[in-house]
């Protein structure tokens, strides 16, 4: 990765344009021609640099649910849990934290009522209680990250 | 690695209306399914999802833009891999934070370029007192703590107790699939 890459993955988190040769109109920016542009993301996608490309969508605003839920769970039940929890289709992300709540997952249903239904389901199957989190505000300002 | 020029300037006070839901129709929907994995990385990324959905690209094109502009696709571009760019600790801070100035508080912290997500979310009491989230992403904890203490240091008087809680494991990673 040098500097054109890092100017790319800063500069193009955002403001893809929609139309026919998109890649050429970014490229300048960036000093360089259609071409390397898209050789070079490519490149990063290959190497896991870049993990998407392409419109982030508003699940909410599309008319599903979508959730933040965490579990508190004994060392013991932790992989028998997992195992129940990443079976759902609905269940996006999970992840290992260091607290007492251990397990934390995004829900992403169809419909928001369906986050109950999935809940409850996994309550009953795992024996724990699922502490259901949903946002009630975002704190939005675009993303930044910086390399 | 990170530099100070060329700041993407934050754009303020976004913050979602609720209550407005876009109805996307059937050939919306293609379009969603068809790219919600992502864009083809080729010359004509939209007329070649428009081939293979066998629509017109301008159509194509027009839908996407409206989408963009009713807050169905938040933004397109890359989305970067913090873990392979050497962003290793993943530190979710949780706040308890005066309920009366959470949103003022929220807003100034979303601000933050080191704090990737910032919601505020319900408590449940007794076991779960934290009602402001706010993602943070370093290099090793050190990093993480100190930017954790600069938010600590903003939410001043409001903030009563507050904890990180660093990720350990990747349990599962898939996109949302939204249709």
């Not at chain 1, 965490?70 to 060392?75: F, G, T």
């Not at chain 2, 407005?20 to 080729?42: F, H, N």
Request: proline content about 5%.
């Amino acid at each position: 990765m040098d500097s054109v890459d890092r100017d790319i993955i800063n500069g193009l988190q955002g403001g893809f344009p929609v139309c026919e040769h998109p890649f050429r109109e970014t490229a300048a920016r960036f000093g360089i021609e259609e071409a390397e542009l898209i050789s070079r993301i490519q490149q990063l996608q290959q190497e896991g640099f870049i993990s998407r490309f392409g419109p982030m969508y508003h699940a909410e605003r599309l008319g599903g649910g979508l959730t933040l839920a965490a579990m508190a769970i004994a060392e013991r039940d932790f992989g028998r849990v997992t195992r129940i929890v990443n079976a759902y289709p609905e269940v996006a992300h999970n992840y290992r934290r260091e607290h007492e709540f251990n397990m934390w997952f995004v829900l992403a249903t169809e419909s928001p009522a369906r986050i109950d239904s999935v809940i409850r389901e996994i309550e009953r199957q795992t024996g724990y209680l699922v502490y259901n989190m949903p946002k009630l505000e975002e704190f939005f300002i675009g993303l930044k990250f910086e390399v | 690695m990170a530099s100070a020029s060329a700041k993407p300037v934050p754009r303020l006070d976004i913050v979602m209306s609720e209550a407005t839901v876009y109805r996307p129709d059937e050939k919306d929907l293609l379009i969603i399914e068809a790219t919600q994995g992502g864009l083809p990385v080729s010359p004509t990324p939209y007329h070649d999802i428009a081939e293979a959905l066998d629509m017109d690209p301008e159509d194509v094109m027009q839908r996407v833009r409206t989408m963009q502009e009713h807050g169905v696709i938040r933004r397109i571009g890359i989305v970067p891999n913090h873990y392979k760019l050497g962003y290793t600790a993943n530190g979710m801070s949780v706040w308890d934070v005066d309920d009366r100035h959470i949103r003022e508080l929220g807003r100034k912290i979303g601000r933050l370029d080191f704090v990737s997500h910032c919601y505020h979310r319900p408590r449940h009491l007794p076991e779960w007192p934290y009602n402001l989230f706010a993602m943070v992403h370093g290099r090793n904890r050190d990093e993480v703590f100190s930017k954790v203490k600069t938010i600590a240091d903003m939410l001043g008087d409001a903030r009563r107790e507050y904890q990180v809680l660093f990720s350990t494991e990747i349990l599962k990673k898939t996109g949302l699939r939204l249709s």
